[in-house]
């Protein structure tokens, strides 16, 4: 039996114009990295949807937050941890859907992709983590019943 591989990176960084988007490439450079099911690379599907929860975590802590903001990356046991802590007290809220509002609907999208998501406050601020699944075979949605 092999054992698990256990990677994990922490970039911080001020909030401020481009954070966003260079958390992105933090985390498509990490999963470039990481061996995916049976040697191969992360699935296409699995970057993406782990660009996307990066980039709405880290857009709405430098939107809410003062700086610093820290992003950690933990992939371990099949699962990626996206994990965002800002200084901020207040936690955010996933709102219900509603297609007549225009825009606040990130959170909504995170909790769409995500296996699991949740939100803990911090002796100063919080963390925001959102778990994806590493391997497509092991994700439920991409199962069929039978």
Not at 114 to 129: D, I, L, M, N
Request: overall charge neutral; hydrophobic content about 40%; aromatic content about 4%.
């Amino acid at each position: 039996m092999q054992e698990a591989r256990i990677a994990r990176i922490t970039h911080t960084f001020e909030s401020g114009k481009g954070s966003a988007s260079h958390a992105r490439s933090i985390a498509a450079e990490f999963l470039g990295r990481l061996p995916g099911r049976r040697g191969a690379a992360v699935a296409r599907r699995v970057v993406e949807s782990t660009e996307l929860v990066v980039s709405e975590l880290v857009t709405n802590a430098c939107k809410y937050a003062p700086g610093p903001i820290v992003l950690e990356l933990h992939a371990a046991g099949g699962l990626l941890e996206v994990t965002v802590w800002d200084r901020e007290p207040s936690t955010p809220t996933v709102r219900t859907a509603d297609p007549g509002r225009i825009g606040r609907h990130g959170l909504e999208l995170v909790v769409a992709v995500a296996e699991s998501f949740e939100v803990r406050r911090a002796p100063v601020g919080k963390r925001v983590t959102a778990r994806i699944v590493l391997d497509d075979d092991a994700d439920p949605a991409q199962t069929q019943g039978g």
